[in-house]
């Protein structure tokens, strides 16, 4: 089983979803998992009798929603994680610790560059317990050398080795449109995404899941997704 942990306080779930329905569509077992503070996919993730905690199916995948570890998911669930694929959604110190990302195969830090972003990031990063390599995942409107230098300086004192790639999505607001008509819709589907948001996505499943899927499998999935295929 791979474990891919998501951080920062930017709201990435969208991202996620795009991922977790990709692998789905390359027949990989994959669970999401909300340890947000907000737990954003209890109200955009249909579930037929949502609880406290939960898990259910969206999209050819599941999602868990409420759990503190990945312990009570197996608890949940009565027998071992059956999984391909886990991605952890963290936005907070507690959630770093309670799932030991130190264990993740791949760790990625998310942010945008508004100050909120940036400065509740830095106490995801601060709760790091030992040096790890982490891939930057940035959301910008402009990315500018500037912006990735000031992330730079904020995160030196932290434990953390920055991946010698990083990918960088664009802000635009045609996507945030189609991210709303999938949550009225609940689906997901990628038409009238800019392909640079397309391609950044490609980008981050062939570095993350390069053993898993192929470059040309991902092409052909996001087509599909827009209606193409």
Not at 122 to 144: H, Q, R, Y
Request: proline letters at 2%.
């Amino acid at each position: 089983m791979k474990t891919i942990g998501f951080l920062g306080s930017y709201d990435k779930i969208d991202l996620l979803l795009y991922v977790a329905k990709i692998l789905s569509l390359a027949n990989k077992k994959v669970l999401l998992v909300d340890s947000t503070i907000n737990q954003k996919t209890r109200y955009i993730v249909p579930a037929i009798k949502p609880t406290k905690s939960y898990i259910t199916e969206f999209e050819g995948f599941d999602v868990a929603v409420g759990f503190n570890n990945l312990e009570e998911i197996k608890e949940y669930q009565g027998t071992d994680l059956k999984y391909d694929i886990v991605l952890l959604d963290i936005d907070n110190a507690e959630s770093v610790k309670h799932y030991d990302i130190t264990k993740n195969d791949r760790n990625c830090f998310v942010t945008g560059f508004d100050l909120y972003s940036l400065r509740r990031g830095m106490e995801i990063l601060e709760a790091l317990p030992e040096k790890k390599d982490i891939i930057k995942i940035l959301f910008s409107v402009n990315m500018t050398k500037e912006e990735n230098e000031y992330l730079d300086f904020l995160a030196e004192k932290y434990n953390v080795k920055w991946d010698d790639n990083m990918i960088n999505f664009p802000v635009e607001l045609a996507n945030y449109s189609v991210t709303i008509e999938n949550q009225y819709l609940s689906r997901i589907k990628m038409k009238k995404v800019s392909n640079h948001y397309k391609g950044s996505l490609e980008y981050l499943m062939m570095m993350l899941f390069t053993e898993d899927i192929s470059s040309g499998a991902v092409k052909k999935f996001i087509k599909s997704l827009e209606g193409k295929a």
